[in-house]
């Protein structure tokens, strides 16, 4: 069964420091990866996705991640983080041969102090 | 751009008392489905579908009904409310046809229940 951690329940960084948030996964297939951050108050919008190929990934707002097969990983990184960047971001994961079933992480809040 | 639309955004039941969450998207997305967010659990998986007349299970589908008759709409139905259906409820849609697999969002129904 598919299945998604995030070890940090909540992250406070100072604006212009540099951002990581971890996430492993639990998939006995390939597995789609995804980052999604939700706003206070706000529906999730889409980071990043890993389907195949290069293994460090582009998003939006200057996001990257690192899909690392070995370590089941796929974790979230920033190089300077801005105070818009306070909200909450779930990592995903979903069947390659399909889109069902996709199956979040609990969750990490970042708080973003200047 | 329309999207996916949720209604209602907010209700208050009494135990044991019925409702519909609607939702509904115009992207003529095969895939729908519905996720409840609690604090400290991310977002669960309730029922899903692959297209009309085709719905599974999720990781908590128990208390929740769905049907899909149109490709268009994905009701979820609470026969029965209880407390612990208290939460916030997302509806998403995605296209499985040459899509990139991303998950579009509803803006949420937050349901109490007394």
């Known amino acids: 069964a598919q299945s998604v951690t995030q070890p940090d329940i909540h992250i406070t960084v100072s604006e212009g420091a540099s951002l990581e948030l971890r996430c492993n996964y639990s998939?006995?297939?390939?597995?789609?990866l995804f980052w999604y951050v939700q706003s206070p108050g706000q529906g999730l919008q889409l980071l990043l996705k890993?389907?195949?190929?290069?293994?460090l990934v582009q998003g939006i707002k200057g996001f990257e991640a690192e899909f690392k097969r070995s370590q089941s990983s796929f974790n979230l990184r920033k190089p300077s983080v801005h105070w818009s960047d306070a909200a909450e971001y779930f990592c995903?994961?979903?069947?390659?041969?399909?889109?069902?079933?996709?199956?979040f992480g609990p969750g990490t809040s970042l708080s973003v102090i200047p | 751009n329309a999207g996916v639309t949720q209604t209602p955004k907010f209700q208050v039941l009494k135990t044991g008392q019925s409702m519909t969450l609607q939702c509904a998207q115009d992207m003529n997305h095969e895939y729908m489905s519905w996720y409840r967010q609690d604090p400290g659990m991310g977002l669960r998986l309730i029922h899903y579908?692959?297209?009309?007349?085709?719905?599974d299970q999720g990781e908590v589908p128990n208390g929740y009904n769905v049907s899909r008759s149109t490709t268009e709409d994905f009701p979820l139905r609470l026969l029965s409310a209880a407390p612990s259906q208290t939460s916030v409820y997302f509806c998403?849609?995605?296209?499985?046809?040459?899509?990139?697999?991303?998950?579009?969002f509803g803006e949420g129904s937050r349901l109490t229940v007394l």
């Open positions: 995903a994961v979903g069947a390659k041969t399909s889109y069902d079933k996709v199956i």
């Open positions: 579908s692959v297209g009309a007349g085709i719905t």
């Open positions: 998939y006995g297939a390939t597995p789609y």
């Open positions: 890993y389907f195949s190929g290069d293994t």
């Open positions: 998403a849609s995605t296209s499985r046809r040459g899509g990139t697999g991303e998950l579009f």
